[in-house]
């Protein structure tokens, strides 16, 4: 049977449903270059309106898996454990968390993402550590992998070669928040890892893909039946992703702020999000008392001591751990103060995040250049008390122009009231 994308986007524009094969052949098109980006983005926008049936998405998932090659650590002695994000603002957890749990007994093949719309992405973050490669190619990985038990990189160009196309695309056309593109997205790489076991943290609230719980809970529960459906145990933590993560949203910044974590000095909600979803991976790895070796590990220093050794291994400059004040920074710093005295109520996670990416945090077309040194440290967030005048945010910039004609939007972050407030809670929900 011939099949045609012009079909597929109409029989998805009504809501009708696509066969497992026409799926299984558009992806490998897709991926072979046979179908032009403006029909995959038109496809990808009615999947967004009209979603896939569970049928539809574990084809969809298994044609981006099958879009390229699928590792096998089998001869690895340790569990082999990964943690994905679906994204968020300050989310710099995979950066402290993959050294602790690898120095506490699984094995930790990362495959991690670029930023993505307003979000940072762990390899950007990486990347502002000079000489540190992101891009291994399989042999490598693996070398990186069982020398250290931990490997950090992006994903080669053999890793669902389909999601690598389509995630830029959908980047750029505004089809990023679908369940079913996400599901398959993100499970179709971490299947490609030969997993035992993967943690999800699904975010939820408004800097996340997925704004209300409801969603996020539904994305949740997708990802983690797909998972499960391919035999790798899979466990979904929904957090809230309402106000950024720790106190660092930038590149360079959030590496020193996941070397606060290891030396026993990072940001609470940070700290607590980091031994949450590690304790799950180790209890997936068999380990149990996962958050008391997670504490010890940054107690006694092994955790940073496993972060500068694998850095190393991948090209980068360790002295920026030990010291991170030698990371770059940007030249130019200005301040956010609060209007009137009170309580924070709302540090909202997607203006900050947007600000960021607009100097330079982040890309707004896929080709932009990330500036390490830009970011937005943020002294007060929700539940704190302030005063008028008092310090909400440093921002440091480089071009005052941009600057300048994002500060307004910025200020918009945060809402002061009268009476105190509880900071949101941070881990919602497990599934299962
Ligand atoms: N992360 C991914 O890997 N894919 C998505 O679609 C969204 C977030």
Known sequence: MAYTCVEMIETKRDGRKLTPESIEWLLTAYTRDEVPDYQMSALAMAIVFNGL?????????????????VMDFSGLPAPKIDKHSTGGVGDKVSIPLAPLAA????????????????????????????GFTTRLDPVRFREILFDHGVVLAGQSETIAPADRKLYALRDATGTVPSIPLIASSIMSKKLAEGLDGLVLDVKTGSGAFMKDIERSRELARTMVGIGTAHGVETVALVTSMEQPLGREVGNASEIMESVAVLRGEGPPDLVELTLALGEVMLELGGIDAGADRLRSAIEDGSGLEKLVEVAEAHGGDPSVLRDPDLLPRAPNEDVMSAAQSGYVTRCDALVVGSVATRLGAGRERKEDEIDPGVGITLEAK?????????????????????????????????EIGPAPVAPPTLVVERIP
């Not at 539940?383 to 310090?391: I, L, P």
């Open 53 to 69: 049936d569970p049928e539809e998405l574990a084809a969809w998932t298994e044609a981006m898996l099958n879009s390229g090659d």
């Open 103 to 130: 120095v506490c007994g699984v094995a930790v093949p990362m495959m991690s993402g670029r930023g993505l719309g307003h979000t940072g992405g762990t390899l950007d973050k990486l990347e502002s550590i000079p």
């Open 382 to 414: 929700i539940g704190d008390e302030v005063t008028k005048g008092s310090v909400l945010a440093r921002v440091r910039y480089r071009d005052e122009s941009v600057w300048e004609s994002h500060k307004d939007h910025l200020a918009t972050a945060w």
